[in-house]
Antibody
Framework: EVQLVESGGGLVQPGGSLRLSCAASGFTFSRYSMTWVRQAPGKGLEWVANIKQDGSEKYYVDSVKGRFTISRDNAKNSLYLQMNSLRAEDTAVYYC????????????WGQGTLVTVSS | DIQMTQSPSSLSASVGDRVTITCRASQSIIIYLNWYQQKPGKAPKLLIYAASSLQSGVPSRFSGSGSGTHFTLTISSLQPEDFATYYCQQSYSTPPYTFGQGTKLEIK
């Protein structure tokens, strides 16, 4: 059974940093690209970043470029999102998701972790 | 970046109704269009990928169509468990793979 479990969310002050983790199991992690998606309270889904299977390619939405870094450790079956210079507008539930092998749809999602940026 | 626009933003319907949700892209995305269902407090669930391919385990009352810039999600006969928010997402070329703003489907 495919499982994705996020952790690392919490309350952080504006300008602070946080590192999210996503532990993957039930599939060969190194074969799949992975994505972070976020959802602000009461709002829609926003694609944040993705990373290819070997970490060679990474993409970001403009609003987080230069502040967030996506990475992975295939030996540990883990995905990460390092978030620096956090702003109030980064407050959201952050989901990790697996991309399908044949196309870039998101076929499995974690339960999400809440990040709150507030003083 | 490619912009995705869904319509309507909200929709009221009854059990047994046929419902169609539309998604338009700001440029051609060929068939790189996916649909997700999200219920309150839950993670999104993939319904349709590549515009019309039904994800494994998804009931056949869900269907998708379209190409280029115009796409639709149809639920042929609404069931009580279908009341949720639906999102389209484009996955054409290089990221970011933007989502539509969502369509909230409510019980009439």
């Amino acid at each position: 059974e495919v499982q994705l479990v996020e952790s690392g969310g919490g309350l952080v002050q504006p300008g602070g940093s946080l590192r999210l983790s996503c532990a993957a199991s039930g599939f060969t992690f190194s074969r799949y690209s992975m994505t972070w998606v976020r959802q602000a309270p009461g709002k829609g889904l926003e694609w944040v970043a993705n990373i290819k299977q070997d970490g060679s390619e990474k993409y970001y939405v403009d609003s987080v470029k230069g502040r967030f870094t996506i990475s992975r450790d295939n030996a540990k079956n883990s995905l990460y999102l390092q978030m620096n210079s956090l702003r109030a507008e980064d407050t959201a539930v952050y989901y990790c998701a697996r991309e399908g092998l044949a196309d870039d749809y998101l076929d499995y999602w974690g339960q999400g972790t809440l990040v709150t940026v507030s003083s | 970046d490619i912009q995705m626009t869904q319509s309507p933003s909200s929709l009221s319907a009854s059990v047994g109704d046929r419902v169609t949700i539309t998604c338009r892209a700001s440029q051609s995305i060929i068939i790189y269009l996916n649909w997700y269902q999200q219920k309150p407090g839950k993670a999104p669930k993939l319904l349709i990928y590549a515009a019309s391919s039904l994800q494994s385990g998804v009931p056949s009352r869900f269907s998708g169509s379209g190409s280029g810039t115009h796409f639709t999600l149809t639920i042929s006969s609404l069931q009580p468990e279908d009341f949720a928010t639906y999102y389209c997402q484009q996955s054409y070329s290089t990221p970011p793979y933007t989502f539509g703003q969502g369509t909230k489907l409510e019980i009439k």
